[in-house]
């Protein structure tokens, strides 16, 4: 099971730390995205990390901004500048193979995934 954590409310221009874990075991051994879903929008990808010290992709909006990394078994993701656009549920997701696909972003080779982790930027 997939747990996400660090969510919150924020101001913009702020930073969160989002975390994923897995009960009972570690993801080093799996690559895990990060995806988003505002409300009224569809599901989209915002980060992935392929497995143990695999390479690390973002989508455009992400870059520079949000960093994703592996930290003892569990998977953060960094976010900075936080703006209004920026609200969603963010989710994790795990893929077996151990590599961001090159359609990563779409989700459908995540298998397992997490209840999501509410961030809200607002004034």
């Known amino acids: 099971r997939l747990v996400e954590s660090g969510g919150g409310g924020v101001q913009p221009g702020s930073s969160l730390r989002l975390s994923c874990a897995a009960s009972?075991?570690?993801?080093?051994?799996?690559?895990v995205g990060w995806f988003r879903q505002a409300p009224g929008k569809l599901r989209e990808g915002v980060s992935c990390?392929?497995?143990?010290?695999?390479p690390t992709f973002y989508e455009e909006y992400a870059k520079g901004r949000f960093t994703i990394s592996r930290d003892w078994g569990t998977v953060t993701l960094h976010m900075n500048s936080l703006s209004p656009e920026d609200t969603a549920v963010y989710y994790c997701?795990?893929?077996?193979?151990?590599?961001?696909?090159?359609?990563?972003?779409?989700?459908?080779?995540?298998?397992?995934w997490g209840q999501g982790t509410q961030v809200t930027v607002s004034s």
């Open positions: 990390i392929s497995s143990t010290t695999g």
């Open positions: 009972g075991f570690s993801l080093d051994y799996y690559a």
């Open positions: 997701a795990t893929d077996a193979d151990g590599w961001c696909s090159t359609t990563w972003t779409e989700g459908l080779t995540f298998d397992s």
